[in-house]
């Protein structure tokens, strides 16, 4: 049973950065494409980046793209979120996801537990 656990949040200033991480057990993370979503208080999950198997495809969702990154390292069993010139707006709790390349929840079986990021101005 692939289980997943991500990393690397916490409480940054608007313009800094930070690096994600999602890490992989249970299973080889190689076989599952990767989504990133997030979620803030009060509003629906939503995604954020994708990345497929071999990290040859990647895509973002509009208010993040040209500043957010994702990367895999497929013989760490890891997939990474390079998160720069955060905004308030990104605070939220983000969850890694495996499964099906896509940007619907739903394509992906396997979820993290989430990760606090919370940007203030």
Same mark, same amino acid.
């Given at each position: 049973q692939l289980q997943l656990v991500e990393? /690397? /949040?916490?409480?940054?200033?608007? !313009?800094?950065?930070?690096?994600?991480?999602?890490? @992989? +057990? !249970?299973?080889?993370?190689?076989?599952?494409?990767? /989504?990133?979503?997030?979620?803030?208080? /009060?509003? *629906?999950? *939503?995604?954020?980046?994708?990345?497929?198997?071999?990290?040859?495809?990647? +895509?973002? @969702?509009?208010?993040v793209k040209g500043r957010f990154t994702a990367s895999r390292d497929n013989a760490k069993n890891t997939v990474y979120l390079q998160m720069n010139s955060l905004k308030p707006e990104d605070t939220a709790v983000y969850y890694c996801a495996a499964g099906t390349y896509s940007s619907s929840r739903n394509m992906y079986n396997y979820w993290g537990r989430g990760t606090q990021v919370t940007v203030s101005s």
């Open positions: 990393s /690397g /949040g916490g409480l940054v200033q608007a !313009g800094d950065s930070l690096r994600l991480s999602c890490a @992989a +057990s !249970g299973a080889t993370l190689s076989n599952y494409a990767v /989504g990133w979503f997030r979620q803030a208080p /009060g509003a *629906e999950r *939503e995604f954020v980046a994708r990345i497929s198997t071999l990290g040859a495809s990647t +895509s973002y @969702a509009d208010s």
